[in-house]
């Protein structure tokens, strides 16, 4: 699967950006589409996940109640609705797909397609 992320930005803090992860290829059924970040200078990190059949959703602790992961079956396109912006949300978005188990979405490893990064930068 190929996959196309977009949405990135230069937003203030307290401020919202859309992210997009399109799939282009292949569909994204019976996948887990995850988004993970990279801050400057810092490791990869998960931030959220669903699991295309069915729904569920996985979240980061420094994200739950701020980010809204969702999907769009007839697009084929996930979304990651950020609020409340914060500066130390300033990172590099990745989106990704895979078939990681439940107790593994957190896992990049658990991930084998990954799509270009876009960046987010929030200011204070």
């Known amino acids: 699967v190929q996959l196309q992320a977009s949405g990135g930005g230069l937003v203030q803090a307290g401020g919202s950006l859309r992210l997009s992860c399109r799939a282009s290829?292949?569909?994204?059924?019976?996948?887990?589409v995850g988004w993970f970040r990279q801050p400057p200078g810092k490791e990869r990190e998960f931030v959220a996940a669903v699991k295309w059949s069915g729904g569920s959703t996985y979240y980061a602790d420094s994200v739950k109640g701020r980010f809204t992961i969702s999907r769009d079956v007839a697009r084929n396109t996930g979304y990651l609705q950020m609020n409340s912006l914060k500066p130390e949300d300033t990172a590099v978005y990745y989106c990704?797909?895979?078939?990681?188990?439940?107790?593994?979405?957190?896992?990049?490893?658990?991930?084998?397609?990954w799509g270009q990064g876009t960046l987010v930068t929030v200011s204070s």
């Open positions: 290829g292949r569909t994204f059924s019976g996948r887990t």
């Open positions: 990704a797909s895979g078939f990681p188990i439940t107790t593994s979405v957190e896992r990049r490893q658990s991930y084998n397609g």
